[in-house]
């Protein structure tokens, strides 16, 4: 157990529709980071959490929002889902340099 | 930003012979270097890490080194395993003043397989 938590595991949507992801930290780490794992790529960067405010953001549209809540819990939503957000969903939660990944959400837009 | 190229994209071994990945990276103020392990359909898991006062650390068959001046890291597997078989991701965090708001920038991964 990765101590990571991501819901759902599987997600099917339809173009122009939005999506909610969640992740909910290991114990003890304050830090979480998203990051968009395309087919047979490495994963990007989508944005860092850090006491509720967005510390980092990659090169992604504002389409792609997040938020954190009090217990560090996060939510990942995209808006106006395009077929190329297909893509596995990683959450990484972090205190100091130690990263620890979440099993992820498998998005398919249809 | 950080850019980290990572290669080969594929290596194909016979078990028993040793991998070699190497990735090199942009940033020089990256300081930290972890490898990941990917299994299909499976989470990042971490194998090894190198932080940037360290020019070689090893667990067990897997060792990693860095070259800070020439920006380069590589993941060295000895005794290859059928197990062993994955994708295998470099990456560099960059960081300021040494806290948690890094960002970990990752290679384009290398599909490893280890015959029988």
């Known amino acids: 157990d990765a101590g990571v938590t991501q819901s759902p595991t599987h997600l099917i949507k339809t173009r122009g529709q939005q ?14 980071s998203w990051y968009q794992q395309a087919l047979g790529q490495g994963p ?20 792609f929002s997040g938020h954190q809540f009090p217990n560090y819990s996060s939510e990942l939503n995209v808006n106006a889902l395009l077929l190329g957000d297909s893509a596995l969903y990683l959450c990484a939660s972090s205190w100091g340099r130690g990263y620890t990944f979440g099993s992820g959400t498998r998005l398919t837009v249809v | 930003g950080e850019n980290v190229e990572q290669h080969p994209s594929t290596l194909s071994v016979q078990e028993g012979d040793s991998a070699v990945i190497k990735c090199t990276y942009s940033d020089s103020a990256s300081n930290y270097f972890p490898w990941y392990k990917q ?36 993941l060295h597997i000895t005794e290859t395993q059928p197990e062993d078989s994955a994708v295998y991701f470099c990456a560099a965090l960059s960081n300021a003043g040494g806290t948690s708001y890094g960002k970990l920038t990752f290679g384009q991964g290398t599909i490893l397989t280890v015959h029988p």
């Open chain 1, 19 to 32: 999506v909610t992801l969640r992740c909910s930290p290991k114990s003890g780490h304050d830090t979480v």
């Open chain 2, 39 to 74: 299994e299909l359909g499976k989470r990042p898991q971490l194998i090894i890490d190198i932080r940037s006062n360290v020019g070689e650390k090893k667990d067990q068959r897997i060792a990693v080194t860095l070259n800070k001046t020439a920006k380069h890291f590589s």
């Open chain 1, 44 to 63: 990007q960067f989508i944005f860092q959490y850090y006491e509720e405010e967005e510390r980092q953001r990659g090169n992604f549209p504002d389409r």
